[in-house]
């Protein structure tokens, strides 16, 4: 193979490469390979090309970094210790171990200087689409005559995993339409995956399936050719569209016995072999962690000329500041998070006995929103006209023209990732929308960006079998169980047009992790007292929306949704019949959750054991609050294709049902899961109910909205 330029590159590279085995086998766990074969190019971008300041790792105008081949995290710390990160060399030496700063998988928020966490493949490579779209909608935000103070790159290094995944797919399919020229990707293609060589599982050419999504593509044919690296990375900086340069490599160079082999990729090397690999490349056996000052002197510049680049951009600022001065402090708002004074006071009311969809209310408040939160930035997934989520006399975001509203396409997985990747620069709170049952595409990205603690929206509309027409395929039933079985994701079921305003108050408000707002399509009467209500009591995940005349409640009817006028109508009910019935809007659980003992107690009182809960999704988690003496009013089948108040109508989501149930826990015990009414009406095999032609009460002229199937 080719040399590297000098030696003093070569010992830099190498020292990457003895730190990651050495982590490695020093955890007896991890994925050796990848850095080993991937060294000369992270070297050749981190000492040449990368804009970055590890004394000030969150600088704005920093390049962004992003491993998508999360699973080469020693790569990176590597590079994060030798450049002069916080981040000591006995944190490499506890590697995946207990508090340690490095996982086995990056973890922004943990690491000083890891953009994204990554790890899931396909996840980092869509972040980065979206550091790439975040960038240049804030440059052409803030940025004026000659003053360039939003001016940097994103870079990648994606593996043969990470081409092989949808998520990346998709994302590099919508950068190549938006012609994103600032997002470089370098692939390590080294042949080999997990159970053996890609050519297992793949035979495609990447580069020209790339061609094809618009991108500029190049191949370096030697991966330890660092001035061909040089070359590419540089004919990729001066195209204007996104740019992959497919570097092959060796996995696990320099191992005698193991290169080139699945052998390197996800476990140590072992003793013996780490030996053979330090003498092929020169060095002490003996030694551990070890780093040759000259090395370490290459890679430590990057501290003095990080400082300079800060001290130039701050000077910029400087100058942009008494040109642009209410820009400047707008720039410097948004990069502290901190939201505008009077930013939620045009936030709509609604009286009670209008009729409001939640979807709608939530469009009224996307409005208000945007006028106020100029970094309220996001789209839909080809779904803007049933989502609602357009910024209504705003562009799109195009090619051309970086304006406020985002179109993803069809591109549910993608989206997700592109949002959080938002999120991660910073400057944004990005929102991202489609139909609830299409959370599914996007739980990953979801599941990543609680984890990561991201503030981002996602809002998610036909939010059960009242979406109608469509049908089961489309209507969501065991999905609110599953996304609040994800930690740090509050997940808001508003209950009227009120508590909609007031979720995406909460939604604003958050900074340290999503929220997820499921929104009605059918329209919902505005109820009493959420007007007065809703904003506190939401934001505490659950309140006493109506209490029971005259005293204690005999009962407590709990709802969510489209359900929580159900209940409040059958409390009404019950109280003709002389039970007293006391209605809690829960829309929040992790949120009700998170309150103190005694607020939860003054809205559920343990002394009061006989509550039935509401909502048309699976009782599965619904036990939690309704006890051991309560009943859960719930939908533990699919849905069925009809009308909405037909399907409502027979699965027995009525008032007069609710009250019914209720009036048996009560006055019989009645408790735990109760069938739906028409839970055993199949017309099909297959397990879930469906309407049988000719049932009476049928309209079958009412349309689906549009949407995509």
Known sequence: MTAVTTDLDRLA??????????????????????????????????????????????????????????????????????????????????????????????????????????????????????????????????????????????????????????????????????????????????????????????????????????????????????????????????????????????????????????????????????????????????????????ALRVFRAAVPAGEELVAGWEARMDAYTVDHAELAAEFRRRQARRLPQGWDADLKSYEAGTEVATRNASQDAIQVLAARLPELFGGSADLSESNLTDVKGEPNFEAGQPGRNLRFGVREHGMGGIGNGIAYHGGFIPYVATFLTFSDYMRGAVRLSALAGLHVVDVWTHDSVGLGEDGPTHQPVEHYAALRAIPNLWFVRPGDANETSAAWALAAERLDGPVALALTRQKLPVLAGTAEKAREGLRRGGYVLRDAAGGAPDIILIGTGSELQLAFAAAEALERDGIAARVVSLPCWERFDAQDQSYRDDVLPPAVRKRVSVEVGVSLGWERWVGDEGAIVGLDHFGASAPAGTIFEHFGFTVDRVADVARRVVREGLHGPIPTVDGGHFAHQGGHPSLAAGDPGVDRSTGADPGHS
Request: aromatic share 8%.
């Open 13 to 294: 590279i190498d020292t990457i490469r003895t730190l990651s085995i050495d982590a490695v086998q020093a955890a007896n766990s991890g994925h050796p390979g990848a850095p080993m074969g991937a060294a000369p190019m992270a070297y050749t971008l981190w000492t040449r090309f990368l804009r970055h300041a590890p004394t000030h790792p969150d600088w704005p105008d920093r390049d962004r970094f992003v491993l998508s081949a999360g699973h080469a995290s020693m790569l990176l710390y590597s590079l994060l210790h030798l450049t002069g990160y916080d981040l000591p060399l006995d944190e490499l030496k506890r590697f995946r171990q207990w508090g340690s700063r490095t996982p086995g998988h990056p973890e922004s928020g943990l690491t000083p200087g890891v953009e994204a966490t990554t790890g899931p493949l396909g996840q980092g490579f869509a972040n980065a689409v979206g550091m790439a779209i975040a960038e240049r909608r804030l440059a052409a935000e803030f940025d004026r005559d000659g003053h360039a103070i939003v001016d940097h790159r994103t870079y990648v290094i994606a593996s043969d995993g990470d081409m092989q995944e949808g998520i990346a797919s998709e994302a590099a399919s919508l950068a190549g339409h938006l012609r994103l020229g600032r997002l470089i990707v370098l692939y390590d293609d080294n042949g080999i995956q997990l159970d053996g060589p890609t050519s297992n599982a793949w035979s495609e050419d990447v580069t020209e399936r790339y061609d094809a999504y618009g991108w500029h593509t190049q191949r370096v044919g030697d991966g330890n050719d660092i001035a061909a690296i040089e070359a590419a990375i540089d004919a990729a900086r001066a195209d204007e569209r996104p740019s992959l340069i497919a570097v092959r490599t060796h996995i696990g160079y320099g191992s005698p016995n193991k290169q080139d082999s699945q052998k390197a990729h996800g476990s140590p090397l072992g003793p013996d072999e780490v030996r053979l690999v330090k003498e092929a490349y020169g060095w002490d056996p003996d030694k551990t962690f070890y780093i040759p000052e000259d």
